[in-house]
């Protein structure tokens, strides 16, 4: 170690410098800030404060009417509308929120068909696609409400809430009913319309001279 000799004169004054170090202090908390995108898209619990250094802290983040939670972004990921976070650092979370709109479907009459999907929740401008299927002796009309067209197949922009009506119809046959022999009797029915699935009585009277035999075609039996 180094030695100086000095010599003070009365009066004199000695400034002594002594080094200074520089302690970096650690802190004991963090804040956590966060945010919605849109602001209208929901809310977020807690919405930010200060928290001890290392805490777990859970944040879920609830959409708003008319919204849906897509993805967390900043200071945390995923899709989990709840998501824990360690308090490390100040965080800064991001909620994003996606617009949707409703569709709801119905057919008529109630009986004619279903309609899928026949209702839900989408995406504002996504494409939807709508099928229209009739039930046993029914047909499918057309669309009705906030769409049109007759394609049993329906591609929607969802732009709006949708209300949506199939329109579904008894099919109809043509019946026609005739004599094998013009002179062998007759039918109390000889042609028209019937809707499927309706039940028609028809009766046959032989002629005199002639006895009714059996029913042929679309029928069969001998009453």
């Not at 900043?74 to 949707?100: M, R, W, Y």
Request: net charge neutral.
């Amino acid at each position: 170690m180094g030695k100086i000799k000095l010599s003070v004169a009365a009066g004199a004054l000695l400034a002594l410098v002594l080094p200074i170090m520089a302690v970096a202090c650690t802190p004991s908390e963090f804040t956590l800030t966060t945010s919605s995108n849109p602001t209208a898209g929901g809310s977020i619990a807690p919405d930010g404060g200060n928290y001890a250094k290392g805490l777990k802290v859970a944040v879920t983040a609830t959409p708003s009417n008319g919204y849906r939670f897509d993805r967390w972004e900043g200071g945390a990921s995923g899709s989990s509308p709840t998501v824990q976070i360690t308090l490390d650092s100040n965080k800064q979370l991001v909620a994003q929120f996606t617009k949707t709109f409703s569709v709801a479907a119905l057919a008529s009459p109630t009986t004619g068909g279903t309609i899928t999907p026949s209702n839900g929740s989408f995406d504002q401008s996504s494409n939807v696609t709508l099928i229209a299927s009739p039930a046993q002796y029914f047909k499918f009309n057309g669309w009705g409400g906030d769409a049109a067209g007759t394609n049993d197949h329906l591609t929607i922009t969802m732009d709006s809430n949708k209300q949506i009506m199939a329109s579904f119809v008894k099919q109809v046959f043509s019946l026609q009913v005739q004599s094998d022999q013009p002179l062998g009797g007759t039918t109390d029915f000889t042609s028209g319309n019937c809707e499927a699935g309706s039940q028609k009585i028809i009766t046959a009277s032989p002629s005199a001279g002639y006895r009714f035999d059996h029913w042929g075609g679309g029928a069969s039996g001998t009453a």
